[in-house]
């Protein structure tokens, strides 16, 4: 009898041929139920931007004016106030991850035949939606507060646009810390800076021009203060006036192009970032 060398292939199992496409939707569905679990998570973040665009900015608009000739203050908080809702709302789908580690399941996702950067995407779709939909009822809230809005095709594309990537950037950032951070209180103590410090800095409130130079300067750095000016470019200053005063120019749709890519390249990178670091926090 004579043996043979001849390889037989096995074909590999099924298991470990999931779509790509199907495992992230698997990963975002698991997300999002264990989000409507948790009503808190939705409303929390919508307390504080609800207060400015309802409250706030009628208040400040009758004590000084307004800040601007051209555009209605309550509209210009009410859209400012999304620089703290999309943040808040971030920081919170973070603080899920960091609890799903100690407690969840995410040891046994690990363990699943998917690559570990769909666990940090399927997180994000989720936290996207969310803020999206956050987003809207902050600017609802204002236009039935009486803020004035001008909406175009090519305003709601502008808008979308600035929102999505930041809210990228917000996640990825809340990812990383998520993964650095080992106790929930520490991660807490983080939310200050993470989500609401740069809110002041940004031109939320007032314009950036009206900030000493260096603070202006600062704020001229931080993405938020471009997705700002976009947002406003999009639903209630077509003049870019915001992002005048970020780049001085006076083509304004090329200053629009400019803070968009700098908003997509803060996102892109934050989100490599909150991948890699993901990943090494897994083995340990």
Known sequence: MSATSDAVSMPLPQ????????????LARRRALLTSRTPRQIAVPLVGPALL????????????GGLHSHIDYT???GVGAIGLVIPLSCVFAGLSVLVDRHSGAQRELLAAPIPRAYLVLGNMVVALVLAALQAIV??????????????????VAWFMAAAL???????????????????????????????????????????????PGVLAAIAKAMPLTHALALLRYGFIDPAGKGL???WGMSNVTLEAWLSLAVVALFAAALTVIAIRVFSRSAVK
């Not at 665009?53 to 000084?64: F, G, M, V």
């Not at 609802?140 to 090519?154: D, E, P």
């Not at 930041?166 to 990383?176: C, W």
């Not at 951070?181 to 991660?187: L, N, R």
């Open 244 to 246: 005048h005063d970020i």
């Open 53 to 64: 665009a309802l409250i706030l900015a009628p208040a400040l608009q009758k004590a000084t």
């Open 165 to 211: 990537l930041f809210t990228v950037f917000m996640y990825a950032l809340a990812e990383t810390v998520a993964s650095r951070v080992t106790k929930e209180e520490d991660y807490i103590g983080a939310t200050p800076v993470l989500a609401i410090l740069p809110f002041f800095f940004a031109g939320a409130l007032f314009p950036i021009g009206a900030m």
């Open 138 to 155: 902050v600017v609802g809230l204002s236009a039935l507060r009486g803020g004035v809005f001008h909406i175009t095709i090519v305003g």
């Open 75 to 77: 509209s210009f908080v």
């Open 15 to 26: 298991a470990r041929r999931a779509r790509p496409a199907s495992a992230l939707f698997t």
